[in-house]
T-cell receptor
Framework: NAGVTQTPKFQVLKTGQSMTLQCAQD?????MSWYRQDPGMGLRLIHY???????DQGEVPNGYNVSRSTTEDFPLRLLSAAPSQTSVYFC??????????????FGPGTRLTVL | QQQVKQSPQSLIVQKGGISIINCAYE??????FPWYQQFPGKGPALLIA?????SEKKEGRFTISFNKSAKQFSLHIMDSQPGDSATYFC????????????FGTGTLLAVQP
């Protein structure tokens, strides 16, 4: 299994440009999520999905869109990039718990710079 | 507003020493407390986790101590090694069928040889 994969690894955008960060997992996990990591702030949840066709907002959803058309893929879209979105983005996935919590597996991250 | 407060921000420990990282929370709805380890350029990976009905959990050199009444928990790394140098995040998850992780701000640990 490849686990959780993310592309691209690095990206530089100009203010106002749009782009999609790709995330895929091959573990048949129902739950997928996107986090951003900023210095001194830890990781903050952007959006998450509990299954195909179901998404919801996390702590910092503004400026980001998601969709979940398949179990495997969970892309994150920046509609109009802003310098405040410069960050490292991580995708994660896990089995939904059946009365218990389960480990979240993180991808390697995408480092995004918005000029 | 940080729901999970973590300290210290950075920590330097000599090889063989004990590394201690502390976290505190306010929301009693949290019912699962994992610790994640992150190496430079990599995503976080689960290290160890505890439920609030247990006061201590040990896995090898890593121990979580949990104080439910004080709403605090800590990670102890015994016999710290240079390979333990990484960023450590405590986290919390709400009760119920959810996997929404709330992270602390992270501790950068450097173990000097």
């Amino acid at each position: 299994n490849a686990g959780v994969t993310q592309t691209p690894k690095f990206q530089v955008l100009k203010t106002g440009q749009s782009m999609t960060l790709q995330c895929a997992q091959d573990m048949n996990h129902e739950y997928m999520s996107w986090y951003r990591q900023d210095p001194g702030m830890g990781l903050r949840l952007i959006h998450y999905s509990v299954g195909a066709g179901i998404t919801d907002q996390g702590e910092v959803p503004n400026g980001y869109n998601v969709s979940r058309s398949t179990t495997e893929d969970f892309p994150l879209r920046l509609l109009s990039a802003a310098p405040s979105q410069t960050s490292v983005y991580f995708c994660a996935s896990t089995l939904l718990p059946a009365g218990t919590k389960s480990e979240q597996f993180f991808g390697p991250g995408t480092r995004l710079t918005v000029l | 507003q940080q729901q999970v407060k973590q300290s210290p921000q950075s920590l330097i420990v000599q090889k063989g020493g004990i590394s201690i990282i502390n976290c505190a929370y306010e929301n009693t709805a949290f019912d699962y407390f994992p610790w994640y380890q992150q190496f430079p350029g990599k995503g976080p990976a689960l290290l160890i986790a505890i439920r609030p009905d247990v006061s201590e959990k040990k896995e090898g050199r890593f121990t979580i101590s949990f104080n439910k009444s004080a709403k605090q928990f800590s990670l102890h790394i015994m016999d710290s090694q240079p390979g333990d140098s990484a960023t450590y995040f405590c986290a919390a998850i709400y009760g119920g069928a959810t996997n929404k992780l709330i992270f602390g701000t992270g501790t950068l640990l450097a173990v000097q040889p």
